[in-house]
């Protein structure tokens, strides 16, 4: 029987993606990678294949590519941690795996990547072709790394059956990080906004999983790597107006960007580390999303139209995060 796996099911983007492909395979042709037992319990009264275990198991790779045609890898360290930690999840597991599914000769490899995998954005055109510039910053690092293990393994037997998929920051009724924390923050006080604030490079989560699924099936999308990105030009100001317009609380409020700029040139000439949200939150970079329009036939739905799908009832129990915290990718747990 022909099975997907999914590594990182129980997580935000894993749980997307495997409930997706139940919808069209079936939870019994569905493999999930879970590390807990607690995790592991509902999958499998819902009818799911459930492995438990940790993707940095070297023995791990041969038992879940078995009897695989497609791998979706989302599993991720995403917690604050060491260059060391986070390379032996986000590289050095992926690796192993990418190995693994390349001898087991899978159909389709698909590799969630990030936009960070271009590490300093430095206002280019972000398409992607476009090299990795270095920064201070073991994720984005390790996304570029886990492309280029990837490649290299699928390669090295003559294959190109892997794709990369570099999301930006993927929200939507599901996502902890992005949308409810969001929406606690705006009815709880008022979202602070740098300036007039940089771009943002959203996505909606049932936008990320119809690229996957497209990109499991579609021949051109073999060998390639693809943003997945609104490309509308969006701005900080625009997300956090948008939580506050959804909660029916206030507005956001705009802190100055010169004494920030200020602190980070005195970092930087010291020696200390740079303040994240300087460098993130008033990028001015532009993502396209051409090729995989062209290529995957994907267009993400206008942000205008998929927001007011994030409205909800719930209560995140996450407290205002300051804005320092706010744009990094690497919070939450692995996914």
């Given amino acids: ?9 129980s997580g935000f983007l894993g749980g997307c993606i495997r409930r997706a492909y139940a919808r069209t395979r079936g939870p019994a042709a569905v493999r999930c990678l879970v590390r807990t037992h607690a995790q592991a319990q509902p999958l499998k009264e819902q009818g799911f294949q459930v492995i438990i275990g940790d993707i940095t198991d070297p023995h791990l790779p041969q038992l879940l590519v078995d009897e695989c045609d497609v791998v979706v ?93 570099r999301p930006g920051m993927v929200y939507g009724p599901h996502s902890h990080y992005w949308t409810h924390r969001y929406l606690h923050m705006a009815r709880t006080g008022r979202i602070p906004v740098l300036g007039k604030g940089g771009r943002i490079y959203p996505v909606y989560e049932s936008d990320l ?69 300087f460098r993130s939150e008033l990028r001015q970079a532009s993502i396209p999303h051409d090729k995989a329009s062209l290529l995957l036939h994907w267009n993400p739905r206008p942000f205008a139209t998929a927001i007011p799908n994030c409205r909800t009832e719930s209560r995140c129990a996450t407290p205002p995060c300051p804005v320092s915290a706010r744009p990094q990718p690497v919070r939450g747990s692995r996914l």
């Fill in 209 to 277: 999983v119809a690229a996957v699924l497209a990109a499991a099936e579609r021949p051109l999308a073999a060998g390639e790597a693809f943003n997945l990105v609104n490309d509308e030009n969006l701005t900080w100001w625009d997300w956090a107006r948008a939580h506050h317009t959804l909660t029916g609380h206030g507005r956001p409020r705009r802190r100055a960007v010169l004494p920030l700029k200020i602190a980070d040139q005195i970092n930087r000439a010291t020696g200390r580390p740079r303040n994240p949200a």
């Fill in 1 to 9: 029987m022909d099975t997907v796996l999914i590594t990182g099911a």
């Fill in 73 to 165: 890898h989302a599993a991720a360290f995403m917690n604050p941690g060491t260059r060391a930690e986070v390379l032996a999840v986000n590289v050095e597991a992926t690796d192993r795996l990418a190995q693994a599914a390349a001898e087991a000769d899978v159909s389709r490899f698909i590799f969630l990547s990030s936009i960070e995998a271009y590490g300093d954005f430095a206002d280019r055109i972000l398409t992607e072709d476009q090299p990795y510039l270095p920064v201070p910053h073991p994720y984005a690092e390790s996304k570029m790394l886990g492309e280029k293990v990837i490649a290299e393994r699928f390669q090295a037997t003559g294959s190109d059956a892997y794709t990369h998929l």
